[in-house]
């Protein structure tokens, strides 16, 4: 609402001494934003809105009116995709070239790729989703993926900060609570 010279005159014969101003950016700046730490009343230590959550505009003028100051948002949330990551980095050094020996998941004992066969984006995503770590070449070398996976890690998630928990998918392991920065260790 905008005060005119009316409103105030109306303003000052009701006898108000302070009016609330909120810059009206306030809203445009929050609204959407998903908050990095919870934000907690200072009067009853009370959590008003938790972390890793999205403010409407309803929570920013709740926000307001117990006056908190400072709110704390993720500025830029990056989704990464581990698998399509690593596909993307190591394509250009093994597309092409042809299988050692026939491939098998390990898990199930399906076949991903027979002998000869080329290496093909595809089949590295494939390879990826199963539990084999090496692909093995004609010349007889083995490509790692464990070593690329964690050169990827290294490159392009530590030192990150978590929007979320990454817990282990196998044990349900705690690895890195939101909020908290990623290192080698947790890598």
Not at 91 to 116: F, N, R, V, Y
């Amino acid at each position: 609402m905008i005060i005119d010279k009316e409103i105030a005159i109306e303003i000052i014969k009701n006898g108000r001494i302070f009016i609330t101003c909120v810059n009206s950016e306030v809203h445009g700046k929050l609204e959407g934003k998903i908050i990095a730490e919870d934000i907690v009343d200072p009067e009853s230590s009370q959590i008003l809105h938790s972390k890793n959550t999205e403010l409407s505009i309803s929570d920013i003028d709740k926000l307001i009116g117990k006056k908190i100051e400072t709110v704390k948002y993720w500025a830029d949330v990056k989704e990464l995709s581990l698998r399509d990551g690593i596909a993307k980095l190591i394509k250009d050094e093994i597309i092409g070239q042809p299988i050692g020996e026939d491939m098998t998941d390990p898990i199930s004992g399906e076949i991903l790729a027979a002998k000869g066969q080329a290496i093909s984006k595809n089949l590295i995503k494939k390879v990826l989703s199963s539990k084999v770590s090496d692909i093995p070449l004609e010349d007889g070398r083995y490509f790692s993926l464990e070593g690329r996976l964690l050169d990827y890690l290294y490159k392009n998630v530590v030192g990150k900060i978590s929007a979320e928990e990454i817990k282990d998918p196998e044990t349900g392991e705690l690895l890195v609570s939101s909020g908290k920065k990623i290192t080698k260790k947790c890598s």
